[in-house]
């Protein structure tokens, strides 16, 4: 059985990590969580009879008797979390983005070299769900030229599916300082990656990169690797809608990016397109468990043209990554997404913004 702390509890944190934990009591017990709010510290310890609350996560970290971290907080703080726990001997899941700069997760990349030993594995859970996963299969078994790529998160976010859904508790005694320096850290952290110069415009787009864009960017970069080169990126609305054309080998990739609460849909996808067969992977909104999953695969011959569909899968991803975080921590096993992996998002990031930037002039 794995003692785990959990930092953060959010959203995300109360509508998928708590619940999913609760389901897999078999591998993990939750025995301290930490938030800078109390009432929400006290409210998640009574609703799932967890001993330990914290208002700080360093002091998670340094006193509570956990051997893995669940790290769920605010971007800015992933990096410094990830190393107070590697330093204090404790396992690590830290969701995406693992950080918030390039510089950042270099700095981790060479500590966690101290620490063979303890596993850290970054949470980008589209890809491990199954429908992607088949995906892949598909195209190692049966191998045939990409002629084009198209994929895109066009999506309402979660306060339309949070009203008629799993009920959230929003705390209200968040310190006003907490949340000032938050901010300050972030504007820190942002500088540092992107440059303190840069616009409010690619601030913006850079955060929809790092915040949304690196699941799918993630998910590419697995079955293409990174792309030669950008050719163009468009955005309005102030950076929040992005359009990015990109040449891969021998195929360009175009990703559509529109996060907008006014949208009721969620239109998550990757689309390959081989000459004479297309792949289509289709997500749905994470803010509702157990959604079907989709994976459409269709195939033109001489005569006709067949499409088979694939699931829909009900398996939930965040479960099967935490799944498979316990299993890399019981037998030393590495996941595919280590932080290694990670730092293809931020020279692809970076090169975006340089782009953006060049484009603007």
Do not use: W
């Amino acid at each position: 059985m794995i003692k785990l702390g959990v930092i953060g509890l959010g959203e995300v944190s109360q509508l998928m990590h708590l619940p999913i934990l609760q389901d897999l009591c078999d591998k993990y017990q939750v025995t301290a969580v930490s938030d800078v709010s109390p009432s929400l510290v006290q409210f998640i310890q009574k609703k799932y009879h967890i001993e330990g609350g914290y208002l700080s996560a360093l002091e998670l970290i340094e006193q509570a008797d956990v051997d893995a971290v669940l790290i769920l907080s605010p971007d800015q703080y992933h990096g410094e979390y990830a190393a107070k726990a590697l330093k204090a001997g404790k396992h690590v899941f830290v969701e995406k983005p693992v950080t918030l700069c390039g510089e950042e997760l270099q700095e981790l990349i060479e500590l966690k070299k101290q620490y063979p030993h303890q596993m850290v594995m970054v949470g980008y859970m589209r890809r491990y769900a199954e429908a992607y996963l088949k995906a892949k299969e598909i195209m190692e078994n049966d191998p045939r030229k990409t002629e084009y790529l198209r994929f895109r998160d066009i999506i309402c976010e979660g306060p339309f599916y949070i009203g008629q859904t799993r009920p959230i508790f929003y705390p209200g005694d968040v310190p006003a300082d907490v949340i000032q320096e938050g901010g300050k850290r972030r504007r820190e952290h942002l500088d540092r990656a992107i440059g303190a110069d840069a616009t409010d415009a690619q601030r913006v787009t850079y955060q929809m990169m790092t915040g949304l864009g690196c699941h799918s960017f993630s998910a590419v970069r697995e079955l293409f690797g990174l792309p030669k080169k950008i050719h163009s990126v468009t955005t309005a609305a102030g950076g929040e809608q992005v359009v990015i054309v990109m040449e891969f080998d021998g195929f360009l990739g175009v990703y559509e990016l529109v996060n907008n609460q006014d949208i009721v849909q969620f239109d998550a996808a990757i689309e390959i397109f081989q000459k004479n067969r297309k792949i289509l992977v289709k997500y749905e909104t994470p803010y509702i468990r157990y959604q079907p999953m989709s994976l459409q695969v269709t195939e033109s011959g001489e005569k006709e043209t067949k499409t088979t569909n694939h699931g829909p899968d009900y398996r939930d991803a965040f479960q099967t990554e935490l799944n498979l975080f316990a299993e890399c921590i019981e037998t030393g096993k590495q996941p595919k997404t280590v932080l290694e992996d990670a730092q293809g998002d931020f020279k692809l990031f970076e090169e975006i913004i340089k782009v953006m930037g060049e484009q603007m002039k």
